[in-house]
């Protein structure tokens, strides 16, 4: 089954720049989508940018224009380039992929999550 793995989480001042990346492994027949939540203390988990083609991503507001996700399908990998951090930023990121297993037909019948990598942005 479906695994993913992220990294590139860390400490980086307000108005700085970090790239997170997501890999997938295991067996799967394919993958159809891949992106971020992320989740703040005392707060729920919330969208932050989801990609399925080159021209088919959705972003929540308060990131739009100031991140960018993108995908390498060959190498099952998503990125998410972050600039112009805020101290409001600061969470866990955890990777999300949907797609299909090796026994499915039509229906998309995965949906997995990451462990997470946490993202700190100082005042």
């Known amino acids: 089954q479906m695994r993913l793995v992220e990294y590139g989480g860390g400490l980086v001042q307000a108005g700085g720049s970090l790239r997170l990346t997501c890999a997938a492994f295991?067996?799967?027949?394919?993958?159809?989508?891949m992106g971020w939540y992320r989740q703040a203390p005392g707060k729920e988990r919330e969208l932050v940018a989801i990609?399925?083609?080159?021209?088919?991503?959705t972003y929540a507001g308060p990131v739009k224009g100031r991140f960018t996700v993108s995908r390498d399908i060959a190498r099952n990998t998503a990125y998410l380039q972050m600039n112009s951090l805020k101290p409001e930023d600061t969470a866990v990121y955890s990777c999300?992929?949907?797609?299909?297993?090796?026994?499915?037909?039509?229906?998309?019948?995965?949906?997995?999550w990451g462990q997470g990598t946490l993202v700190t942005v100082s005042s």
């Open positions: 999300y992929a949907d797609g299909y297993s090796d026994y499915a037909g039509g229906y998309r019948d995965l949906e997995v």
């Open positions: 295991g067996s799967f027949r394919s993958i159809n989508g």
């Open positions: 990609i399925r083609t080159a021209r088919n991503t």
